[in-house]
């Protein structure tokens, strides 16, 4: 199914907020101890590759020194190579080597109150003992390995014993769905898979290694089945296969405590992370070693002025790339002490974040708006009861921030002082692209500001023409960056066509943005059939394929409306086939099959019988059309459409959408 690209008609929206004369320039007290500084932008661009290389050798510990830089080979590139490296070893043994091994490295909180405290040195031995563990079940350098386990500390702890042995992971989002599970196993043909009976959510138990048991009926590549105990037979009963499912606390718990690093090169597959695309089928996006320790290392230490006594807390799940790059191996590779929270922010009551940043005295805090919308709309009662003034730095992540959430955000949680950094990436770019630096850049609500140093942004029509300061366009990436994606696993072509066709030499993030007088970037949301929804990438085409798996529809198209809290919310419009009655049940039922084939996350706000769709006469769904009806728009040109009717009857049943 092909569709229309279009700007979102959100623009106008855009263009006010251009209008916007807040600015927010550094304070000279966050100035004098930043870590960044502005000569690094031109540092960078008088040679990139020199800047990077630089970096490379300071930051990271290597076994043999690399000989070359980059080797680009459009759209292919190479970092560091010749060089031999441990990313593990990088984020734990260096550290404790130096005398840091009784720094806390996470501090731990579950949904029901109880904590951990693991330091650099309790990571390494458990980091060996997994990495051991891992040897004895058979799982060898290059073996993928897949996770799917909450937010517990055995769920980095088995990342970087991943990393230890060179065996890439692939974490899958512990709210994904087991038939989700199963196609990104069958694609990365990983070999095992490390769970855990459940996690803790909202106060209940939510069951993760049934879902496993369901995915392995479809998955015939795994062999062996690593648990951890997180909830305790009483509340979640689990089946145990012998010869293939282990406890982890009879295999781990016994090994040695000992393990020696496995030297990789710098080009090592790291991990694969899958993400939703244009397509049914989700990318297994590839990320490397060397190249994206450097990255997420640098930026985190620039980006978020990490200092050694710094509480840092990204509140992302590790599921997704904010928590692979900026929870697991950025903050590790800086000896960072961060936060991991097991649970919801509203669990038992709105303020639970701000207690944690009270007891633990948070000094930096990196969400997604949505979260941040969702707390304004409980009110600033809540973060008003706790002292919060060791925040001196909030970030923010995963979609477009609005000047009103920025600003309350600011106020409330930020105490009016702390700088705000608005940063924009993605899972192909490994690392933070675009984004202010404190202490350096004067922000405006709204806008992620400047590329970061070393990064070629722009904004380009739809020739891939440079668009004059003040207009919007594509945005595009014009010169490798060390922690980019190297492929997606498996399919070169694929690649080349989605990132790098549609305009020459140049990679297409999908983003639409703008350049304002000032050349301030302004991030205008997907211009390709992805929506955003509380920060989660989800495939129009993945859901509207989830829908007509039902034997009862003919044809779904889906679309992303405006959402006051989660940025967009899915509106599904179905076509039943001949015969099929509309009712409640039915909407209901094709909701739930959403979720469960892919998550909760992608199920159906609003879902619509219709008739017939909009179409042109070659036969492409009009998704434009369709947006303007689910934001209840003046409808735009249909002079295009083949039946016009169409409109007018969906039109007028768009009033009988429901919301789940
Ligand atoms: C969107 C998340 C506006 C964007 C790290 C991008 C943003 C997609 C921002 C990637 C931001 C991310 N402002 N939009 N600061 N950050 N996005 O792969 O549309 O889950 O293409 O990576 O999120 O989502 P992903």
Redesign the pocket.
């Known amino acids: 199914m092909t569709t229309e690209s279009t700007l979102p008609s959100s623009a106008a929206e855009i263009e006010n907020l251009m209008a916007e004369e807040r600015k927010f320039p550094p304070s000279p007290g966050f100035v004098a101890q930043a870590n960044a500084k502005a000569s690094l932008y031109e540092e960078a661009e008088r040679d990139f590759e020199a800047f990077w290389a630089k970096l490379a050798r300071e930051r990271v510990a290597w076994y043999r020194p690399f000989d070359t830089t980059l080797e680009w080979d459009l759209p292919f590139a190479k970092w560091f190579t010749g060089g031999t490296l441990n990313v593990a070893y990088n984020c734990i043994d260096r550290h404790v080597e130096r005398g840091l091994g009784s720094k806390v490295a996470y501090h731990w909180i579950g949904e029901p109150g109880d904590t951990r405290t693991i330091t650099y040195a309790d990571l390494q031995r458990e980091v060996s003992k997994a990495a051991n563990a891992l040897l004895e079940l058979g799982v060898r350098t290059g073996d993928r390995v897949a996770i799917y386990m909450p937010m517990i500390p055995e769920l980095p702890i088995a990342m970087l014993a991943c990393a230890r042995i060179g065996a890439p992971h692939t974490v899958v989002f512990g709210g994904f769905s087991a038939e989700a599970l199963a196609g990104r196993i069958q694609d990365s043909q990983a070999k095992m898979v490390i769970t855990a009976d459940g996690g803790w959510r909202r106060g209940k138990a939510a069951m993760l290694k049934g879902a496993v048991d369901e995915a392995l009926d479809t998955a015939p590549t795994i062999e062996k089945v690593l648990v951890v105990r997180r909830i305790g037979e009483h509340d979640i009963p689990v089946h145990m296969e012998p010869g293939r499912d282990f406890w982890w606390h009879d295999i781990v718990e016994r090994q040695s405590d000992q393990h020696t690093p496995v030297p990789v090169d710098s080009e090592h597959m790291l991990y694969l992370l899958y993400?939703s695309g244009t397509t049914a089928k989700p990318k297994g996006i590839l990320h490397t070693s060397a190249g994206y320790l450097v990255g997420t290392s640098f930026t985190h230490e620039m980006i978020f002025d990490l200092k050694p006594d710094d509480v840092y807390w990204c509140a992302a799940d590790i599921g997704?790339?904010?928590g692979h790059s900026y929870i697991v191996y950025g903050p590790l590779a800086n000896a960072a002490t961060g936060i991991m929270y097991e649970g919801t922010p509203d669990t038992p009551a709105w303020d639970r974040w701000w207690q944690i940043i009270e007891d633990y005295k948070v000094s930096i805090l990196y969400c997604a708006p949505t979260a941040i919308r969702a707390f304004m709309k409980q009110g600033e009662q809540w973060p008003r009861q706790h002292d919060l003034s060791s925040l001196r730095l909030l970030g923010?992540?995963?979609?477009?921030?609005n000047p009103e959430a920025w600003l309350w955000y600011h106020e409330h949680i930020g105490g009016g002082n702390a700088p705000i950094v608005?940063?924009?990436?993605?899972?192909?770019?490994g690392m933070i692209l675009?984004?202010p630096l404190p202490g350096v850049t004067t922000t405006k609500p709204g806008s992620?500001t400047f590329a970061f140093p070393g990064i070629s942004v722009d904004v380009v029509d739809g020739n891939g023409q440079s668009v004059p300061l003040g207009g919007g366009g594509y945005l595009v990436l014009k010169r490798p960056w060390p922690a980019m994606l190297r492929g997606i696993y498996g399919d070169p072509e694929r690649y080349k066509q989605t990132y790098w066709s549609r305009f020459p030499g140049m990679y297409f993030?999908?983003?639409g943005a703008k350049r304002d007088t000032e050349g301030y970037l302004w991030?205008l949301?997907?211009v390709d059939d992805?929506m955003?929804v509380s920060?989660?990438?989800i495939s129009t085409i993945e859901v509207e394929s989830a829908l007509v798996d039902d034997k009862r529809v003919a044809e779904a198209a889906v679309v992303g409306k405006n959402d006051p809290i989660t940025g967009q919310a899915i509106f599904a419009f179905v076509i039943l086939k001949s015969g099929i009655e509309a009712d409640d049940d039915l909407a209901n039922a094709l909701r739930d099959h959403v979720a469960k084939v892919i998550s909760p996350i992608a199920k159906p706000k609003f879902l619509m019988f219709t008739p017939d769709l909009p179409k042109t006469r070659s036969g492409k769904i009009m998704r434009r059309l369709l947006r303007d009806i689910a934001e209840g728009r003046k409808l735009g040109d249909t002079t295009t459409l083949a039946d016009s009717n169409v409109v007018t009857t969906i039109r007028e049943r768009s009033g009988v959408a429901e919301e789940v």
Do not use: F, K, M, Y
Not at 396 to 401: A, C, D, W
């Open positions: 993400t997704w790339v904010t923010s992540v995963g979609e477009p921030i608005d940063t924009w990436w993605q899972t192909e770019t675009i984004t992620a993030a999908g983003d991030l949301g997907r992805v955003n920060g989660h990438r």
